[in-house]
């Protein structure tokens, strides 16, 4: 498989929120080691200890930036444990993350990705100190990001190649004859809830319904469809299912949460 060269430009996903100085002290170990460094805050607000809300934006997201990008993402709830840190090269972009789950939608999005476990030798190759138990951010993921967006170090010098990784934790869509079942992977700023059904996996009903929280919903083209209150469903800008309400918000509105189920049926066969 052919690995895009580095660009030097290196977005990073965690849970950390903006309290604290951790966000910042981690951008600060990347520009230790490299100074050139361009640096994108992909998102910092996923739900704590939740690695399949971190893989489902970053599966999704990683495509807008230039090939050669390294993309970091630490939600990692075993910090300090025996788990193991990937290296992971898909579709043109470098990925580094604990080997979680996380990365399980990259990968399976992407055919012929290479996948690397980290070994403790490469970490003392590139005299990376001895880490913190609870701040692998800016000990051991800032350092190998700063490493592979600079050009230093090879993908496959990082430690050995593995076939797979561990699975997500939230499963695929279940798609039935009559119906695709997914789940709330996600809720935005306004209250919009997202879910993890692809709207390719809806192109075969005629006039799809979306059923949550006790609501069937049809599918609108924007917000501005509906009154202002109404409860609606329609496809993001992400290319997913995702239930709102016009001018207020969704996950209020419903009593819903991430993980909460979310079924399409289409309304001319209805059970």
Excluded at 48 to 68: I, K, N
Excluded at 97 to 102: I, S, T
Excluded at 113 to 136: E, N
Aim: with cysteine.
């Amino acid at each position: 498989m052919s690995v895009a060269a580095a660009c030097g430009l290196i977005t990073i996903t965690t849970d950390f929120g903006h309290q604290g100085p951790f966000v910042g002290v981690m951008k600060g170990a990347i520009l230790r080691r490299f100074p050139a460094a361009r640096l994108v805050d992909l998102t910092h607000e996923i739900l704590v200890h939740w690695p399949a809300e971190a893989g489902f934006w970053l599966s999704r997201a990683y495509r807008y930036f230039p090939d050669g990008t390294v993309h970091v993402a630490v939600v990692d709830p075993g910090v300090g444990t025996a788990r193991h840190i990937v290296a992971v090269a898909a579709g043109g972009h470098f990925f580094l993350a604990p080997d979680n789950g996380l990365l399980a939608p990259v990968v399976a999005a992407a055919p012929g990705a290479q996948i690397v476990r980290v070994s403790p030798a490469a970490l003392t190759r590139l005299h990376l100190p001895r880490p913190s138990a609870t701040f692998h951010g800016r000990d051991i993921f800032a350092p190998l990001a700063a490493e592979l967006a600079a050009g230093n170090c090879a993908l496959e010098a990082l430690g050995d190649a593995v076939a797979s990784l561990v699975p997500s934790w939230v499963d695929e869509p279940s798609v039935e004859p009559r119906s695709v079942s997914g789940v709330v992977i996600a809720i935005d700023h306004f209250g919009n809830l997202i879910t993890n059904i692809d709207a390719g996996l809806i192109e075969r009903f005629r006039l799809p319904l979306v059923h949550a929280g006790h609501h069937a919903l049809p599918l609108q083209r924007t917000y501005g469809d509906s009154r202002p209150g109404e409860y609606l469903a329609l496809v993001n800008s992400f290319g997913v299912i995702e239930v709102a309400c016009a001018e207020g918000s969704a996950a209020e509105g419903l009593g819903l949460n991430r993980g909460a189920p979310v079924i399409v049926r289409d309304r001319t066969d209805q059970p």
